[in-house]
């Protein structure tokens, strides 16, 4: 893959007529060198999130060792790109053959599971295996939370004494895990989330291995700039180490948007203008789910040669993607220079959680070029000094 310079440079001198997947693994690898080093635990990555081989090989580079898989075909993936790494299958509802293959084909010792039928599931899939990492997901509130995690998975309180017993006698470890849900906005949401793992072990008396305290790291978006990611870990730190559990009980996390988010932005084109409503060619159906059906807004920039220093002059535009259905709307409000015009190309960035891996071919519009490029993404939670204020979101080719 030829590596261009800028997001910029792309447009220029590709022109290209299809969405550009621009992606940056120097990014994701600044993301994966900040958690494995400062995350006061294990960081697996939650490979839903973006599971792209090169993604995933650029994380096991930058030292993520274990990988939170959900489904056979994940398992496959990961194990076929690398091989070395330990995959944790952490959906709480599987199928009984996946279960199969995943421990007899792929050596996967590592489960979730929320009820009674799913650890007879395990057991059952298993033989009877006596070298099980058993997690019970808890069911925790997702109110911190951008997107919901909170109401298909998790045992109450109320019924984890039992679950937690029964799942004790069969594991090698034991294990309690939740997912606050995803872009958590506040620490707190993993300090509540603890205290409800708190009073799960003390109601149910077991000894606990693990603590897992999933994904909901959160990325930076425009209207949703988060604390910095070391308040959240001191945060839990703090939480874990005040647990009744043996000295020797492990921490671990499951980011999925905070390693990718910064990997991959997209550069799409301007192919028609109605008023301040854009019709680029990429949408909905495509990598921009999140900004159609949950109104995401993300970061964006006009690419043009030549300089608009006119800061008065942004505006609030809403995209149309380029299938025919109405639903293929972004609502934004993203901000561009007011002469934004067809043919004109924009980057719309922080794409690389949930955006790519959403892609669908829906009505012939699902190709896209990728392209690496060296420049920083349009933000970060990872920048090692202070971000150079912008003066306008015009980007300027430097000759
Ligand atoms: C989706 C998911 C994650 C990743 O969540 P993010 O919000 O992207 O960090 C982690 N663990 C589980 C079990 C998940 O379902």
Not at 108 to 114: A, E, I, M, P, R
Not at 160 to 184: M, N
Not at 221 to 229: C, K, N, T, V, W
Not at 361 to 386: H, K, Q, T, W
Request: glycine share 6%.
């Amino acid at each position: 893959m030829y590596k261009h310079h800028s997001a910029l440079g792309v447009a220029l001198s590709l022109n290209p007529a299809a969405p550009v997947t621009l992606i940056r693994p120097q990014a994701a690898a600044r993301a994966a060198r900040y958690f494995s080093q400062k995350f006061p635990g294990r960081s697996l990555y939650a490979v839903k999130a973006n599971p792209s081989p090169e993604l995933l090989r650029t994380l096991w580079s930058a030292g993520i060792t274990h990988y939170d898989v959900a489904s056979i075909a994940e398992v496959r993936l990961v194990a076929r790109t690398l091989p070395r790494a330990t995959l944790c299958f952490m959906h709480p509802v599987k199928a009984e053959e996946a279960i199969r293959e995943a421990y007899f084909t792929h050596g996967v010792k590592t489960f979730s599971l929320d009820t009674m039928e799913e650890l007879e599931k395990i057991v059952r899939a298993t033989k009877g295996a006596t070298d099980l990492e058993l997690c019970v997901r808890l069911r925790v509130s997702s109110e911190h939370s951008k997107l919901s995690l909170a109401s298909k998975f998790g045992v109450e309180l109320s019924d984890a004494k039992e679950l937690l017993q029964a799942t004790r006698q069969v594991a090698d470890a034991l294990g309690v895990c939740f997912h606050v849900g995803s872009q958590a906005m506040t620490p707190q949401a993993y300090t509540q989330a603890v205290e409800r793992v708190r009073a799960a072990i003390v109601d149910a008396s077991v000894t606990v291995d693990i603590v897992d305290v999933g994904g909901g790291f959160p990325s930076t978006y425009p209207g949703m700039e988060p604390p910095p990611l070391e308040a959240y870990f001191h945060a839990i730190y703090r939480a874990f180490e005040s647990l009744p559990i043996s000295y020797s009980a492990e921490l671990w996390c499951e980011p999925g948007r905070a390693l990718s988010a910064e990997y991959s932005s997209l550069l799409v084109r301007v192919e028609r203008r109605r008023g301040n409503e854009l019709y680029i060619n990429d949408g909905a159906y495509g990598a921009l789910f999140d900004a159609a059906h949950l109104g995401w807004r993300f970061p964006v920039q006009l690419l043009r040669a030549e300089a608009n220093d006119d800061e008065a002059g942004m505006e609030a535009f809403s995209f149309y993607g380029p299938t025919c259905d109405d639903m293929d709307h972004m609502a934004g409000p993203f901000m561009l220079p007011c002469d934004v015009k067809v043919g004109d190309y924009i980057e719309i960035g922080i794409l690389g959680a949930y955006g790519c891996a959403m892609r669908t071919d829906f009505n012939g519009f699902g190709s896209e070029g990728i392209c690496e490029v060296a420049d920083e993404p349009m933000a970060s939670l990872y920048r090692e000094e202070a971000p150079l204020p912008r003066k306008s979101n015009v980007v300027q080719l430097s000759r």
